[in-house]
């Protein structure tokens, strides 16, 4: 069966360092995203990408960045973790338009120092 | 912008009641896409149901239906004969009919089912 799938699930680290938290889907699903989740702030958007070389930015960029090189997987990047990022984060995929349904991962749990 | 309100935060319904989680939505568009997401404790996010701007029938699966008052830009979730299983948060989503634009969601409405 298809699938979405992130790793590590749980992830602690320390204040400067950089984290990669893995987004790998079996869907062949075009479009990917980010989400973080925090409490009070629902599920707010990092990163999305529309397919193959293509990645955009959503309402809470800053300090993230994605690539995207090839359809099953985008990673995360956290340039220099910051305490302030320390949130449950969840990659989603969906088939072609933006407006159909998001398939979500099980999420990874980031603590950051 | 399109915005995505969820106005109660935190609801309960007792096992076998039923329950009706509130959304409003803010937009310029004529045509889109209405979701609810169910995300049940330390479990991934999964559809409800999804519902059509265009169509006038309210979307119904299972237990789950939804009451979409398009000029009111209102799109409530009911569940009937609630389970413990139904114990969980939900998102409501919107999405644009153009597909330009990724999903906004609601900030969320956590439901607890008492046995």
């Known amino acids: 069966d298809a699938e979405i799938t992130q790793s590590p699930r749980h992830k602690i680290t320390e204040t400067g360092r950089q984290v990669t938290l893995a987004c790998h889907q079996t869907?062949?699903?075009?479009?990917m995203f980010w989400y973080r989740q925090d409490l009070g702030h629902g599920l707010r958007l990092i990163h999305y990408?529309?397919?193959?070389?293509?990645?955009n930015k959503g309402e809470v960029s800053d300090g993230y960045s994605v690539s995207r090189s090839n359809t099953e997987d985008l990673p995360l990047t956290l340039e220099s973790a910051a305490s302030s990022q320390t949130s449950v984060y969840f990659c989603?995929?969906?088939?072609?338009?933006?407006?159909?349904?998001?398939?979500f991962g099980p999420g990874t749990r980031l603590l950051v120092l | 912008a399109q915005t995505v309100t969820q106005s109660q935060p935190e609801m309960s319904v007792q096992e076998a009641e039923t329950v009706t989680l509130s959304c409003t939505y803010d937009?310029?568009?004529?045509?889109?896409?209405l979701f609810w997401y169910k995300q049940p404790p330390s479990r991934q996010m999964i559809l409800v149901i999804r519902?059509?701007?265009?169509?006038?029938q309210n979307a119904t699966e299972n237990r789950f239906s939804v009451n979409f008052q398009k000029a009111a830009k209102s799109f409530s979730l009911k569940i009937s004969d609630s389970q413990l299983g139904d114990a969980a948060m939900y998102f409501c989503?919107?999405?644009?009919?153009?597909?330009?634009?990724?999903?906004?969601f609601g900030k969320g409405t956590r439901l607890s089912v008492i046995a």
């Open positions: 989503a919107y999405a644009s009919f153009s597909g330009n634009t990724p999903l906004v």
């Open positions: 869907w062949n699903h075009n479009n």
């Open positions: 519902q059509e701007a265009y169509k006038q």
């Open positions: 989603a995929s969906s088939e072609s338009a933006l407006r159909e349904t998001q398939y």
């Open positions: 990408s529309y397919g193959v070389q293509d990645t």
């Open positions: 937009t310029s568009e004529s045509d889109y896409y």
